[in-house]
């Protein structure tokens, strides 16, 4: 039951993954949010999976659990700071906080690693870290700002891009320390640099958008993390022997 509360609240967000590219955006007079649409429906769409997978064997599945409680709580966090607070958020904060209390594993087996920790990941993550950080601190800015007639600002769109960048270095630390279900939340960090380069090459003109050359880094990125993935470990361990 628990778990199905935590489902809910994200869905009615994920109509934005449709129209983030679409003609309903500009009907609205909102065009220049495209960007910042189609990121914010990513993240979700990551809480949503982190969530929808504890339904099959959630005992393998803590790293994803994890993964959809830090984002929500960042999110959260990020709105405190930048006093961009709502009660809505608690719509999305309790019943997640619930299921990571009640997962099955139990609270200390969640954190519980399957193995050593995954090298190349791990320095993927720590050369992406410090990019990420001042990208997501020049968002706090912005969104703690609260300039009049800054719409992005009114539809907290800063605060989700800061939650992104914080995210994705979160997701990649879950990764490469193993926890069960650690390939899920990999494959999550890998797709979330992926679009957030993509959309910003679609879309550089537009609000949050890095350069084209950073860009092609961040997809270039996720793609090395994709495979070191799949395939890191055997790396490491041809290296060693």
Not at 1 to 10: G, H, I, K, T
Not at 99 to 113: D, I, K, M
Not at 143 to 171: C, K, P, R, Y
Not at 199 to 205: C, E, G, K
């Given at each position: 039951?628990?778990?199905?509360?935590?489902?809910?609240?994200?869905i009615p967000i994920l109509f934005?993954?449709?129209?983030?590219?679409?003609?309903?955006?500009?009907?609205?007079?909102?065009?220049?949010?495209?960007?910042?649409?189609?990121?914010?429906?990513?993240?979700?769409?990551?809480?949503?999976?982190?969530?929808?997978?504890?339904?099959?064997?959630?005992?393998?599945?803590?790293?994803?659990?994890?993964?959809?409680?830090?984002?929500?709580?960042?999110?959260?966090?990020v709105a405190i700071v930048t006093?961009?607070?709502?009660?809505?958020?608690?719509?999305?904060?309790?019943?997640?906080?619930?299921?990571?209390?009640?997962?099955?594993?139990?609270?200390?087996?969640?954190?519980?690693?399957?193995?050593?920790?995954?090298?190349?990941?791990?320095?993927?993550?720590?050369?992406?870290?410090?990019?990420?950080?001042?990208?997501?601190?020049?968002?706090?800015?912005?969104?703690?700002?609260?300039?009049?007639?800054?719409?992005?600002?009114?539809?907290?769109?800063?605060?989700?891009?800061?939650?992104?960048?914080?995210?994705?270095?979160?997701?990649?630390?879950l990764a490469a320390f193993r926890?069960?279900?650690?390939?899920?939340?990999?494959?999550?960090?890998?797709?979330?640099?992926?679009?957030?380069?993509?959309?910003?090459?679609?879309?550089?003109?537009?609000?949050?958008?890095?350069?084209?050359?950073?860009?092609?880094?961040?997809?270039?990125?996720?793609?090395?993390?994709?495979?070191?993935?799949?395939?890191?470990?055997?790396?490491?361990?041809?290296?060693?022997?």
């Open positions: 039951m628990v778990m199905f509360l935590a489902v809910l609240p994200p934005y993954l449709f129209i983030g590219w679409a003609n309903p955006l500009e009907a609205l007079g909102m065009h220049h949010h495209h960007l910042h649409v189609f990121m914010e429906s990513t993240i979700f769409l990551l809480i949503l999976l982190g969530c929808i997978v504890q339904f099959f064997r959630p005992k393998r599945k803590a790293a994803p659990m994890l993964q959809a409680a830090i984002a929500i709580f960042l999110m959260t966090l006093s961009s607070y709502d009660i809505a958020f608690l719509f999305f904060l309790v019943p997640i906080m619930a299921a990571v209390a009640l997962h099955p594993s139990g609270f200390r087996t969640l954190f519980q690693p399957t193995g050593k920790f995954n090298l190349p990941l791990l320095a993927l993550t720590a050369v992406a870290a410090i990019p990420l950080a001042l990208y997501a601190l020049e968002h706090l800015s912005l969104q703690a700002s609260q300039i009049v007639g800054d719409d992005h600002g009114e539809l907290n769109h800063w605060g989700v891009m800061a939650t992104l960048s914080f995210s994705l270095i979160a997701f990649g630390l926890l069960h279900g650690w390939r899920i939340t990999a494959w999550s960090a890998s797709v979330m640099a992926f679009v957030l380069g993509l959309t910003s090459l679609a879309f550089p003109a537009q609000a949050s958008a890095v350069s084209p050359v950073w860009g092609v880094i961040a997809i270039i990125w996720s793609l090395a993390f994709a495979l070191a993935t799949q395939f890191g470990d055997r790396l490491v361990s041809a290296r060693s022997g």
